[in-house]
């Protein structure tokens, strides 16, 4: 219950295309959504996060989309671009659990120019 | 120049022996949070503190320790009971408070390889 799902593993997309990573997590309580960037040899970097009374989070080219009942969220990067190429972690975190993030296994995003 | 620091940047050690990964921070941040990343795990919650003095389990605490005596310092020991300590490590720093959960920022990653 405590697990977040994630989807794909790894994902080829050619610049200008839409890259969309999905999550899938069973906890209710989970209220808060970040998304991570990672570059190889490198810590991971918020990129962007929502909490559950929106639907959709756009900054920039990146964009959450959050579906409530179905318990799914999921990250699209528009007009992706190479340096785009890195690992995406999403996470799910609850009010009660002291900031503790419960991270999915990543999407290793390739950008072919 | 705020931020998270952490060293070094790779550690080699012989089985057996215990090692200590640093971490540092100036964020003036009250929480903090080591992490074990390995190639297709995403990354696993090892300890975390929330104020000095003080720290608990997360989910893969065994085989390592911690301590917490000042704030913005969070050392992480890898003892020689951890069965596979070969992995990337990660720390991480927050503010904390009712409203949490809140942005965790992150260091630049120890890699440690134990022969």
């Known amino acids: 219950q405590q697990q977040v799902k994630q989807s794909p593993q790894s994902l080829i997309v050619q610049k200008g295309g839409i890259s969309i990573i999905n999550c899938a997590y069973e906890n209710t309580a989970f209220d808060y959504f970040p998304w991570y960037q990672q570059f190889p040899g490198k810590g991971p970097a918020l990129l962007i996060a929502?909490?559950?009374?929106?639907s959709e989070k756009k900054e920039g080219r990146f964009t959450i989309s959050f579906n409530k009942s179905a318990k799914q969220f999921s990250l699209h990067i528009m007009d992706s671009q190479p340096g785009d190429s890195a690992t995406y972690f999403c996470a799910a975190s609850t009010k009660g659990s002291q900031g503790n993030l419960i991270f999915g296994k990543g999407t290793k995003l390739s950008v072919k120019p | 120049d705020g931020g998270i620091t952490q060293s070094p940047k790779y550690l080699f050690r012989k089985e057996g022996q215990n090692v200590t990964l640093s971490c540092e921070q100036n964020?003036?941040?009250?929480?903090m949070y080591w992490y074990r990343q390995d190639p297709g795990q995403g990354l696993r919650l090892i300890y975390y503190s929330q104020i000095v003095n003080d720290f608990q389990k997360g989910d893969i605490a065994e085989g390592y320790s911690v301590s917490r005596e000042k704030k913005e310092s969070f050392p992480l020991t890898v003892t020689s009971a951890q069965k596979n300590p070969t992995a990337f490590y990660l720390c991480a720093s927050s503010t904390s408070g009712v409203a949490a959960p809140y942005e965790q920022y992150f260091g630049p990653g120890t890699r440690l390889t134990v022969t």
């Open positions: 929502i909490r559950p009374d929106v």
């Open positions: 964020l003036n941040h009250d929480a």
